[in-house]
């Protein structure tokens, strides 16, 4: 079954420390793998997608690293700031030959920075 | 200034009651999806559409219907048949849906509630 968990489900830190989120998945065939932020009450953005062929992406603070062969993914964040504080979605893209794509969601690792 | 929109952000209904839920996009976006967030779980998606006066059901279509009239618009109207309709409802859209490699573009979200 396709699948993709995610990390811890919540986590909280102060301001300026880092942290990682996971996410493991059992979809396949894996196309690419995507993270996004989702701030209380309003809709994802994303922050990175990556496909198998690279290990690490980087977007300023956000750092998500994918390693295709233990179908692993981690999000670092580096000098947490209150902004970050929201919901972190793993969400991994499966394709099957000659059909469309088909985007499986992780539940999120809710992040709540503190001052 | 472009994007999506989404409205109302809070709608309240009686049970048994048709609602629809707003979306419109000026993006010129091909595609565009309807997602329905329930706490603790991933996206799930409702309908999507890759062309105007097409549509194809996602994962949860029970109970819900679309249209597609304009590029810019995907209404969704959540029904009395639907057995669960509170929730959060994203809209989203990407510039096209066969190339997995988009990124969906997401709205501000409508949270529904049903009484």
């Known amino acids: 079954k396709n699948q993709v968990e995610q990390s811890p489900q919540s986590l909280i830190i102060l301001e300026g420390k880092n942290c990682t989120l996971q996410?493991?998945?059992?979809?396949?065939?894996?196309?690419?793998l995507r993270w996004y932020k989702q701030d209380t009450g309003r809709g994802p953005v994303s922050l990175t997608i990556?496909?198998?062929s690279e290990n690490t992406k980087s977007n300023g603070r956000y750092t998500a690293t994918l390693d295709a062969d233990t179908k692993q993914s981690s999000l670092h964040i580096t000098a947490s700031q209150l902004s970050d504080s929201a919901s972190y979605i793993c969400?991994?893209?499966?394709?099957?030959?000659?059909?469309?794509?088909?985007?499986?969601w992780g539940a999120g690792t809710k992040l709540i920075i503190k001052p | 200034d472009g994007g999506i929109t989404q409205s109302p952000k809070y709608l309240f209904r009686k049970e048994g009651q048709n609602v629809t839920l707003s979306c419109e996009q000026n993006?010129?976006?091909?595609?565009m999806y309807w997602y329905r967030q329930d706490p603790g779980q991933g996206l799930r998606l409702i309908y999507y559409?890759?062309?105007?006066?097409?549509?194809q059901k996602g994962d949860i279509a029970e109970g819900y219907s679309v249209s597609r009239e304009k590029k810019e618009s995907f209404p969704l109207t959540v029904t009395s048949a639907q057995k669960n309709p509170t929730a959060f409802y994203l809209c989203?859209?990407?510039?096209?849906?066969?190339?997995?490699?988009?990124?969906?573009?997401f709205g501000p979200g409508t949270r529904l509630t049903v009484t």
């Open positions: 993006l010129n976006h091909d595609a």
């Open positions: 990556m496909t198998f």
């Open positions: 989203a859209s990407s510039p096209k849906d066969r190339d997995f490699f988009y990124e969906q573009y």
């Open positions: 559409s890759q062309i105007v006066n097409d549509f």
């Open positions: 996410c493991n998945y059992t979809v396949s065939p894996f196309s690419n």
């Open positions: 969400v991994v893209s499966q394709v099957e030959p000659g059909s469309n794509y088909q985007l499986i």
